[in-house]
């Protein structure tokens, strides 16, 4: 799976450096294959190539570009099996769950945004001003490795649409995926320099597109931590930056839920792709007469949940990433001060596999229910009425998401209260089109949709 070129200018061009990066399978431990290692000399010509493509790019019409986006998604649905394959192959996703997410979500992101550029364009108008929606400027794209195809796709496809032109980095642990993005750039002919790509680490291809003094907005999804490193370095020029940061979201079951399907979805939330899930509902709030009930429910759910190769039809949890997420989580629960009532299920010996594990009677303040553990870790935490539930779940530095259970309009009342930029009532399912994004330190900004879209224009006001 050796790929040795970079993506600039409309075609496959070869690396300034002979360093690469190896792509580990983390269910196996082996090496799948290399990626160039890029450098801020690849970064350097990959956003001239953008920001020369920017003028002609931008003067198209929404309309002409939702159709360049359509002929992407042709070509990139056409991959769907591949894809599925990969993220199997470099994340460890069960095959499954990356056929529907990893693989089907991004597509359907993609259609959307196509459709979206087919309508007319809305202009405003207040008093005698014209308001216009123009784009940003060149974007560059940072992204990690969880969702790898999802994560680009909600920023490339608005940013095109919008008339962006743009320098992808995806993350180091799963390249892979953002190649075959780009094959499917390349067969449905985007015009040259609109797309780029360049592969590379954080330290030196994120740092160097971060701080390019001709990127114009840094888009980034990842950790708090590199959010505010990236931060920094837009500052300094007053770059625009849109962070889709970490999250430790609450589930709420209030004393009239469902507690039964509340705790089945909500354990199945916390533990998708083994936890590695940045809206993932992590500190389960259980009414205090349900308590009991729920922590022996989420416990026997967890213990249910096969452990294993992503590549076997009955795995529902894969490995985490790689070897220092492995270690990372580990210590989350070696130093845990709660009850652990779930975490011994056996896992296999090779790859970076962990039990799914949950623990009750966790201190709201403590290391396990306010750090974002990024594996399969649940913590459960009991409350006594609505307003302690909502205390309890605000009581957070984080605000990406959330779950309440309860009578609609009770639960509706609890969502919201909550200081997330999203909350699912009685299992609401996810929406592609609607706003993504934290509150907090969880980010700035919002992805998909409308307001995905409106992330990457400028608004002009034209006095007539
Ligand atoms: P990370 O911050 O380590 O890396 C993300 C990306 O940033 C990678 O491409 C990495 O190479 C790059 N990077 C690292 N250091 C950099 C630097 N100094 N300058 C520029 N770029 C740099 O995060 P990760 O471990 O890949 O991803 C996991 C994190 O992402 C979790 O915290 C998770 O919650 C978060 N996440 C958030 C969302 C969201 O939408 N809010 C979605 C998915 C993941």
């Not at 061009?13 to 190896?22: G, H, K, L, N, W």
């Not at 992101?109 to 008093?127: F, H, K, M, N």
């Not at 949950?358 to 594996?375: C, M, R, T, W, Y």
Request: charged share 20%.
């Amino acid at each position: 799976m050796n790929r040795d070129r970079l993506y600039i200018n409309g075609r496959w061009v070869a690396p300034s450096s002979d360093e690469t990066i190896a792509v580990e399978n983390p269910a196996t431990e082996e090496i799948l294959g290399h990626v160039p290692a890029g450098t801020a000399g690849d970064v350097d010509r990959a956003v001239a190539a953008a920001r020369a493509a920017f003028d002609g790019w931008a003067a198209t019409s929404m309309a002409e570009r939702g159709a360049v986006l359509g002929k992407l998604h042709e070509a990139l649905a056409a991959r769907a099996a591949d894809i599925a394959r990969t993220v199997g192959l470099e994340l460890g996703t069960p095959l499954k769950i990356a056929q529907a997410v990893q693989a089907g979500l991004p597509l359907a992101v993609l259609r959307g945004y196509a459709d979206l550029a087919a309508q007319p364009v809305r202009e405003e108008t207040i008093g005698n001003s014209l308001v216009v929606r123009e784009p940003v400027g060149v974007v560059g794209a940072i992204t990690p490795w969880n969702y790898p195809l999802h994560q680009i796709v909600a920023k490339v496809a608005a940013a095109l649409a919008a008339g962006c032109t743009v320098v992808l980095k995806p993350s180091e642990l799963t390249p892979l995926t953002a190649y075959l993005l780009f094959d499917a750039a390349e067969e449905a002919g985007l015009p040259a320099g609109v797309l780029n790509l360049v592969p590379g680490t954080g330290a030196v291809v994120g740092a160097a597109i971060a701080g390019h003094p001709d990127v114009d907005m840094v888009s980034f999804t990842g950790s708090t931590a590199t959010g505010r490193a990236i931060s920094h370095a837009a500052a300094d020029r007053i770059a625009r930056v849109a962070l889709e940061l970490g999250g430790k979201s609450a589930n709420v079951i209030l004393e009239d839920a469902d507690v039964t399907k509340a705790v089945r979805v909500g354990v199945g939330n916390a533990f998708l792709n083994s936890g590695q899930t940045c809206t993932a509902w992590t500190r389960m709030l259980v009414h205090r007469s349900h308590y009991d009930a729920a922590v022996e429910l989420a416990a026997s759910a967890a213990e249910s949940f096969r452990t294993g190769d992503p590549f076997d039809e009955a795995t529902r949890l894969g490995p985490l990433v790689s070897a220092a997420q492995r270690e990372r989580v580990r210590g989350f629960i070696e130093r845990a001060d709660a009850r652990i009532v779930a975490g011994a299920a056996p896992v296999p010996e090779k790859g970076y596999f962990v039990a799914p594990t949950v623990f009750a009677d966790v201190d709201p303040h403590s290391e396990l229910a306010q750090e974002e553990i990024f594996g399969p870790v649940l913590s459960i935490i009991a409350f006594d009425d609505d307003d302690h539930a909502v205390r309890i779940a605000n009581d957070s530095r984080y605000g990406l998401a959330g779950g309440v259970w309860g009578s609609q309009e009770r639960a509706l009342a609890v969502a919201r209260r909550m200081r997330t930029g999203a909350v699912d009532v009685n299992g609401g399912a996810f929406n592609p089109l609607a706003p993504f994004g934290g509150y907090k330190q969880s980010g700035i900004g919002r992805e998909l949709g409308v307001h995905g879209l409106g992330e990457f224009q400028q608004t002009k006001a034209i006095q007539q």
